[in-house]
């Protein structure tokens, strides 16, 4: 296809505008003519769905003429960013931004900001505390590594996926076996069939997630929040809800610090990234982080809590950077807001338009994402992406989000 000429601006690049990376795509669309690009043949229906492809003025595949015949496609187009539009395309955007000759993320470290044992690994050569780890095909060596913690719990899970796929808290010998089998060969949310299982020792302490924004290695904070998780009967954790910190919260600085340790660390210094840590009593140890933007991002509600949030800041580094060197490296709190999980307890028939009127009903309610129709079959929730959606609540006043939050969990235990 021939590239039109582009009157305005160079075009931008965005690869697997997936999940929030729609929202990226709705933000960048009235500004610039968008190419997409998508890192696999196939994807999940409830990804590939979120993609706006009306939006794109065209799309392409890797998988149709291979990497160098996709790459001439891109480069007559003339582009001026590629930007990964969730979690599928960190290592394709990396590798497309080098070869175009963009801003980007060094593509020789990729895989440490997908691989979640390389990732601890690279952190913990910059001289940042990380938690023990085991990266194992052998169920053997596993049970072994187990029996060494001396009681201790651990967690299983995968080296690549996302959204608490297959992840598993193991107190018993018998819990680590039936993680490591259920993980051990299975396809992940990534697609990928898990090759290893990860075990970490569990963290104890208070988790919390922070969303930023890299340019040229400076790092803009957009969001920090305190997370509160639930376990399912299964053993594994399902995130219930998370509370934005005030910018003034006494754990804040000791947790930007240590992110941005990270971020250098893993070498991100373009785009968006969204990481995940505990504070033990030992201090900040890292979860995880994604080199894209948030998975629960929501754009209007953390405009009327901070007055700015990561989309917006995400465009600007490609856009503006001039723009986003105005603002502050971190964020302020106008209102209190909480995200929360719906969380299913048993099976059954999602019955969306009456929990959005019972949510509307809540008097700090702000929007709600679902991920399920009107009369889908549900299930328990065992994961992020087994809740049927996501809520927002903003207020002045904590007190009333924390009533309707209340409120709210004690109709949801029987409407489903």
């Known amino acids: 296809m021939t590239a039109p000429c582009i009157d305005s601006c160079a075009p931008l690049i965005l690869v697997d505008a997936y999940s929030t990376g729609a929202l990226l795509a709705h933000a960048l669309a009235p500004q610039r003519c968008l190419i997409h690009v998508s890192s ?18 065209v799309h392409y595949r890797v998988t149709d003429a291979g990497l160098e015949t996709l790459l001439q496609q891109l480069a007559a187009w003339q582009p001026s960013a590629v930007i990964a539009g969730s ?48 990266c194992t095909t052998s169920m053997a060596e596993a049970l072994a590594w187990f029996q060494a913690q001396e009681g201790a719990a651990i967690v299983a899970k995968p080296l690549d996926s996302a959204g608490s796929d297959n992840v598993f808290i193991c107190h018993e010998t018998s819990q680590l076996q039936a993680a490591f089998e259920s993980i051990i060969g299975a396809t992940n949310l990534m697609m990928r069939r898990n090759q290893a299982v990860l075990l970490q020792e569990y963290l104890e302490g208070e988790e919390y997630v922070i969303n930023s924004v890299s340019h040229e290695s400076e790092h803009w904070i957009s969001d920090v929040w305190k997370c509160t998780k639930s376990l399912a009967a299964d053993g594994r954790k399902i995130y219930d809800r998370e509370d934005l910190l005030p910018a003034d919260a006494a754990e804040l600085e000791t947790i930007i610090a240590y992110v941005e340790g990270v971020l250098d660390a893993l070498g991100i210094v373009q785009g968006p990234a969204h990481t995940e840590l505990i504070i033990t009593a030992k ?4 979860l995880e982080t994604g080199a894209r933007l948030s998975g629960l991002a929501c754009p209007p509600a953390l405009q009327a809590a901070t007055g700015n949030d990561q989309v917006a800041l995400t465009c600007l580094s ?24 719906l969380i299913a307890r048993q099976s059954g028939v999602f019955a969306q338009a009456a929990t959005r009127q019972r ?35 903003l207020h002045r006043q904590i007190e009333r989000i924390d009533a309707d939050y209340q409120a709210w969990r004690r109709w949801e235990k029987s409407c489903w």
């Not at 060094?106 to 952190?123: C, F, H, N, Q």
């Not at 201090?283 to 890292?286: E, S, T």
């Not at 060197?325 to 302020?332: E, G, I, S």
């Not at 709600?368 to 929730?381: H, N, Q, V």
């Open 40 to 57: 696999r043949e196939q994807m999940p229906a409830a990804f590939a769905t979120s993609c706006p492809q009306e939006l794109f003025c």
């Open 87 to 134: 979690e599928f395309a960190v290592e394709l955007a990396d590798l497309l931004a080098a070869r175009l000759g963009l801003p980007g993320n060094d593509p020789a470290t990729s895989a440490a900001r997908r691989d979640k044992a390389l990732m601890a690994e690279l952190v913990a050569q910059a001289g940042l505390p990380v938690a023990a780890q085991l």
């Open 283 to 286: 201090g900040p140890r890292l």
């Open 318 to 341: 490609y856009l503006q950077p001039r723009q986003l060197a105005l603002w502050p490296k971190r964020y302020q709190l106008l209102q209190h807001a909480r995200g929360f999980n």
């Open 359 to 393: 949510l509307q009903g809540l008097r700090s309610f702000h929007s709600a994402r679902f991920r399920l129709a009107e009369g889908a079959k549900i299930s328990p929730t065992v994961d992020l992406n087994s809740s049927p959606g996501a809520v927002f609540l």
